[in-house]
């Protein structure tokens, strides 16, 4: 059996899920701006809940993928949170949509 060497592509993949995590904090952020500009209505205070658990379940993806990759063997991304991310990807762009109608 060998033994992995990590070399820096652990760290990429660290620097990735933050800034993609970075992104979607702006997005979410625009998205609620967006939402309650105008003043609060029912359909934009939903939009921005589901905007909001739709980033918080990213935001707990992306920090156990954070956290898993500063050992020296990271395990793989498991298909349960993988599909979580894509889910959560999906669900803010399709939330995102819903705000412009």
Do not use: I, K, N
Not at 71 to 95: M, N
């Amino acid at each position: 059996m060998t033994t992995r060497d990590p070399g820096l592509q652990p760290e990429r993949t660290r620097l990735a899920w933050r800034r993609t995590t970075l992104s979607w904090t702006v997005v979410a952020l625009l998205a609620g701006r967006q939402a309650l500009h105008g003043g609060p209505t029912a359909g934009g205070l939903l939009a921005v809940a589901m905007s909001l658990l739709a980033w918080l379940g990213f935001l707990t993806v992306a920090h156990r993928r954070v956290t898993g990759m500063g050992t020296v063997d990271p395990a793989r991304l498991s298909p349960r949170h993988a599909l979580t991310a894509a889910a959560c990807t999906v669900a803010l762009a399709v939330f995102a949509a819903a705000m412009l109608f």
